[in-house]
């Protein structure tokens, strides 16, 4: 998974765990976690082929927003 602080900066990379049928884990350090962030996720086959999720990723992301 990338991700980064909404509209801010370059994306980090973190490991995606395979949990479950279409369930997966990501663990971010706590100080990385900002209030706003937006994610992608992105994984590579055995043949070099990107794949990308959303479709619109790197333009269009999805994002996430602490609710108090």
């Not at 602080?5 to 884990?25: A, D, M």
């Not at 350090?29 to 996720?41: N, S």
């Amino acid at each position: 998974m990338k991700y980064r602080p909404l509209g801010v900066g370059g994306y980090r990379s973190v490991p995606v765990t395979h949990q479950s049928r279409g369930v997966y884990r990501v663990l971010l350090p706590a100080q990385d976690i900002p209030d706003e962030m937006e994610y992608y996720l992105e994984i590579h086959d055995r043949d070099g082929v990107t794949y990308r999720w959303p479709a619109t990723a790197g333009r269009i992301n999805q994002t996430v927003v602490k609710v108090d």
